[in-house]
């Protein structure tokens, strides 16, 4: 077995410390070392995006990024987006848009929306398109997801 590194993370504004394996995905840390599995696992070849978490402000696929390559990083988990008991603006979206379907894919979509909205907050509707490219959604539920995104960059401050 390898030897295990001493990580510090925080995680929705948690300080968190563990020992991990190298191997370690970040994903498998945030399930099932910190217990927040909202963020979905939905494939195996790093092509469903279910798994998107913001690291550093940035939309990442956390089943591509090791535990030990998110040392002193600031994660944003789906958990962390309501604050003080107020959804984001994109959950609200999501909500008002019915911008899903079984759910199962929200999570990572939500947080790849807001991932195209950090880095463009008045994006076309073909650039969010481009931007959903990362996540898939088995239900198909598309449309509603990019009305969903839409209707959040109508209600985000830039
Ligand atoms: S679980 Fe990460 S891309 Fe599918
Ligand atoms: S809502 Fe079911 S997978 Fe997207």
Redesign the pocket.
């Known amino acids: 077995m390898a030897e295990k590194k001493a990580i510090a993370l925080q995680v929705n504004g948690t300080q968190y410390t563990a020992e991990v394996e190298p191997r370690l995905l970040l994903?498998h840390l945030l399930r099932d070392v910190l217990g927040l599995t909202g963020t979905h696992?939905?494939?195996d070849?790093?092509?469903?995006?279910?798994?998107t978490v913001l690291m550093d402000g940035r939309a990442v696929?956390?089943?591509?990024v090791l535990a030990v390559q998110a040392d002193g990083a600031e994660i944003t988990t789906v958990e962390g987006l309501a604050q003080n008991g107020h959804l984001h603006p994109v959950q609200e979206a999501f909500w008002e848009k019915h911008g899903l379907q079984c759910g199962f894919c929200t999570p990572g979509a939500m947080m790849v929306a807001i991932g195209i909205l950090q880095e463009n907050p008045h994006p076309s509707e073909e650039e969010i398109r481009q931007g959903l490219n990362g996540i898939i959604c088995r239900c198909t539920g598309y449309e509603n997801i990019v009305r969903a995104v839409q209707h959040a960059a109508e209600r985000m401050p830039g």
């Open positions: 994903v696992i939905g494939c070849t790093s092509q469903c995006g279910v798994c696929k956390s089943c591509s």
